[in-house]
């Protein structure tokens, strides 16, 4: 009989071994685009916004997504979920529902979930589209022979843009600005046309949107007219090339616009016309999306 005990227990332990050799593991982390959601997976709550499970069994789990508070608790999402063995799901909750992705690491590795975040809104933010944006422009240029100029303007101006995406962290855009610089002595009407270049980076894990900076090269059209001390004005149509430099830092507003703001530096060399012309401002604009 004690033999027969000793025998049932080792073949009730190796019978546990081998069943527990055949599960298998992954990791799953969820994190939420909407603040104030509760968690649930297979039923227990086990965070609020962002959780990180690193061992869950593989196969197919039941996550549900909550919204308010304890006693006026609505579900957002209730689906079933699936979860490999040896690799790491990330579901994303948004208002258009659950995505998902794998971030690439290996499954009990551990994943940085703002990280993970930061992938989906920067590719999120990759569009095609048209913008606007209204800017406070300075104007400084040098004048070889005339005492009937300052050497000063500022305004504010206007300016249009198309954005194409090229790569996820490089952007071109064609813009055109129009704006009337006016000081004591002149009256600038002033509209470059440029095509520029953009690399943008995301600055923090914790900050939703992206720093971008980049130049360009432009067609400036300006017509100076001037007011001499007797009152006489002379008109010159200047044409030339020159470049933009600029720094930016864009927004996201939404699934796919984008509130941005933006500094920048236009100069065009005008030696044929006596002029150097430089041009500072400082802008506000917002881009719609018409193509993801």
């Known amino acids: 009989m004690k033999k027969f005990i000793i025998l049932s227990l080792i073949l009730l332990g190796f019978l546990s071994t081998c069943l527990a050799a055949e599960i298998q593991y992954g990791s799953l ?50 689906e079933i979920i699936e979860i490999k063995a040896g690799e790491v799901t990330t579901i994303y909750v948004t208002e258009k529902g659950l995505e998902g992705s794998k971030i690439g690491a290996a ?27 209204l800017g406070y422009l300075s104007n400084l240029y040098y004048n070889i022979h005339s005492s009937n100029l300052d050497n000063y303007a500022s305004t504010f101006g206007l300016g249009l843009g198309f954005k194409i995406p090229l790569a996820p962290n490089i952007d071109f855009d064609l813009e055109m600005e129009r704006a009337q610089l006016t000081s004591s002595k002149q009256t600038w009407y002033f ?25 360009g090269i432009g067609y400036y059209m300006t017509d100076l007219t001037a007011h001499d001390e007797n009152n006489v004005d002379t008109k010159q149509n200047l044409t030339t090339m020159g470049y933009h430099l600029f720094y930016g830092l864009e927004m996201p507003m939404g699934d796919k616009n984008a509130l941005f703001f933006q500094f920048g530096y236009h100069a065009a060399d005008m030696n044929r016309y006596n002029y150097i012309m430089n041009s500072s401002y400082v802008s506000v604009g917002y881009r719609w999306d018409v193509k993801e």
Request: aromatic letters at 14%; hydrophobic letters at 35%; glycine letters at 10%.
């Open 107 to 133: 499954a009990g590795e551990s994943v940085d979930v703002f990280k993970a975040k930061r992938i989906f809104d920067y590719s999120k933010e990759m569009h095609t589209g048209w913008y606007i944006k």
């Open 29 to 78: 982390n969820v994190f939420s685009k909407m603040p104030g959601t509760k968690l649930y997976v297979d039923g227990k709550v086990e965070g609020t916004n962002s959780i990180q499970i690193k061992k869950i069994q593989a196969g197919t789990h039941f996550l549900k997504v909550t919204t308010g508070g304890a006693t006026a608790e609505a579900t957002l999402y209730a």
């Open 191 to 215: 509209m470059p046309i440029t095509a520029n270049i953009s690399i943008s980076y995301l600055p923090s894990a914790y900050f939703r949107g992206k720093q971008y900076y980049g130049l």
